[in-house]
């Protein structure tokens, strides 16, 4: 803030005008002792003399002042009850106004969720509605099946909800129905200052932010640690050259060749759960682009992933279990999968020894993993935007992240890991989610629209489906090459046909 200085000029002392005293006049008349004379000691002949005989004008006595008549009087009285009346009036009329913006209108703020049950959001909920009795806020968990669909539909007919929850990678197919956050709600540099870099990456368009992020979230690597000591291997791997020496000392074949124990799930899209998004890691990881499937560095990713199911090492098939129920059961030492599905591990599986760390990266290069995570974004269509977006700016706020991980933590083992970047010294020491913190620290997230169980049936769905057929056309003998360019036309049309104007 500019400091203002008031300059005080110095005044100099204007020099006094003296009057001579011969300027000054005497007083015509000088006042002279009157004696005590009783009016018959004065004598009866003696002439007042005149004015003119004193040598000076006539004195002029000033008229008396006409006699206020009655009819005057009530003016008077009128004017002033009129002057009072009108006072009061317009103290009554501030008091209401004034009285209106202090209490405001009651307003109801509907928030459509997903995931998180309604007791994790409650107690915030209260909190903001004490400090904020006018508000009411009503929280709805909705099934995230068509749940986009009738997102944009219902807002697009002023009947959805005022705040609502949509994914990292939804931007270009709800931002028709999308508010960007006011400026005077958080400006770009606090956003900037306050979440990581890939929340500002995916949820700026053009010179606004559109949501604000209660987490982040991302593939992680998790493996068995009994499989790996029993394997003798005794260090995390942290490169893709140390996945293939586990994967070859942990994988386990009958006399026949069939697999027992495989040591990653890799190679095929029937039975990996999140396979899209690992073979989308793997063609960022090796320099390629989604959008430019033609190009040599996807076709060579796309051969890496397929390795773990061909010969000569094939270790994973069509033929095992979905590769989150071989991880339960023990039968896979590795699987590349978001931190939210290790809840569904352990709840599953509640003794299994696992260990969490940081997707491999390629020797030598910059680590890098897949964002996934979700949002929260205010309707375009509420008619209460500005009340909802600082519902959730209360709602980002340190302290009230904290009480909602401790919630969240007391209904499963791990809450969501903060989105806040002065939080992470919380969590960076956590086993389950220290390497999502770590990673989004490090800046490693990229995000690619092609992330599984995101339920949109819209850009991600219809990519994995191109996806699907490129990988599985490769299992009946088609290129690398020439699956991906089948696959480059059908997703350059699911771009085009959410590209927003």
């Known amino acids: 803030m500019d400091d ?27 006042s002279v002792p009157v004696e005590n004379l009783q009016p018959e000691e004065v004598a009866p002949n003696v002439e007042t003399p005149s004015p003119e005989e004193l040598g000076g004008p006539p004195p002029t006595i000033p008229p008396p002042p006409p006699p206020m008549h009655e009819e005057e009087k009530s003016k008077y009285v009128i004017v002033i009850a009129a002057a009072v009346v009108f006072f009061l009036l317009l103290i009554v009329i501030f008091r209401l106004i004034f009285s209106s913006r202090s209490t405001s209108k009651k307003i109801t703020l509907t928030y459509w969720g ?44 002023g009947q959805g909800p005022d705040i609502f929850r949509f994914h990292n990678t939804w931007l270009p197919q709800i931002k028709q129905i999308a508010s960007p956050i006011p400026s005077q709600i958080m400006s770009n540099a606090e956003f900037e200052q306050t979440f990581y870099k890939i929340h500002q990456k995916d949820l700026k368009s053009g010179d606004y932010y559109y949501g604000l992020p209660l987490e982040v979230d991302g593939l992680v690597l998790v493996y068995n640690e009994n499989l790996f000591k029993q394997a003798g291997i005794q260090s995390s791997p942290s490169t893709w050259d140390d996945i293939i020496t586990a994967v070859s000392r942990i994988s386990v074949k009958d006399k026949s060749g069939t697999l027992i124990n495989s040591g990653i799930a890799l190679g095929t899209a029937s039975n990996i759960e999140h396979f899209s998004d690992i073979l989308g890691l793997l063609i960022a990881q090796n320099g390629a682009d989604i959008k430019q499937l033609d190009q040599p560095a996807a076709s060579t990713a796309l051969e890496f992933f397929r390795k773990f199911a061909e010969p000569p090492m094939e270790v994973w098939n069509d033929q095992m279990p979905n590769s989150m129920t071989a991880f339960i059961q023990e039968k896979v030492a590795m699987i590349l999968v978001p931190s939210w599905e290790i809840l569904t591990i352990k709840s599953a599986n509640p ?17 890098l993993s897949l964002a996934n995570y979700w949002v929260e ?11 909802a977006w600082k519902f959730l700016k209360f709602l980002t706020e340190k302290e009230n992240l904290t009480k909602m991980y401790e919630v969240q933590s007391k209904i499963r083992i791990f809450g969501e890991p903060y989105s806040r970047v002065d939080l992470a010294s919380l969590l960076i020491q956590n086993e389950y989610i220290g390497p999502v913190i770590k990673q989004a620290q490090d800046d490693a997230y990229v995000s690619l629209p092609l992330v599984a169980r995101t339920f949109d049936n819209g850009l991600n769905d219809e990519i994995i489906l191109y996806l ?13 090459e020439e699956a991906l360019r089948t696959a480059k036309n059908g997703i350059d049309q699911v771009f085009q046909k959410y590209t927003q104007e």
């Open 114 to 157: 997903l995931w998180e049950e309604k007791e994790v959001f409650t107690p915030l909920i209260q909190q903001y509605q004490q400090k904020n009795p006018n508000i009411t806020i009503t929280y709805e968990k909705k099934t995230p099946l068509e749940y986009r669909e009738k997102l944009l539909a219902r807002s697009k007919n």
């Open 351 to 367: 003794d299994i020894k696992l260990k969490v760390v940081p997707v491999p990266s390629i020797p030598e290069s910059k680590s």
């Open 468 to 480: 699907t057929n490129a990988v599985n056309s490769t299992i009946q003998g088609v290129s690398y």
């Open 4 to 30: 203002k200085t008031n300059s005080i000029e110095n005044q100099s002392n204007s020099t006094p005008v003296f009057v001579s005293n011969d300027s000054v006049q005497k007083p015509i008349f000088e």
């Open 377 to 387: 974004g205010v309707s375009k269509t509420s008619k209460n935007q500005i009340e």
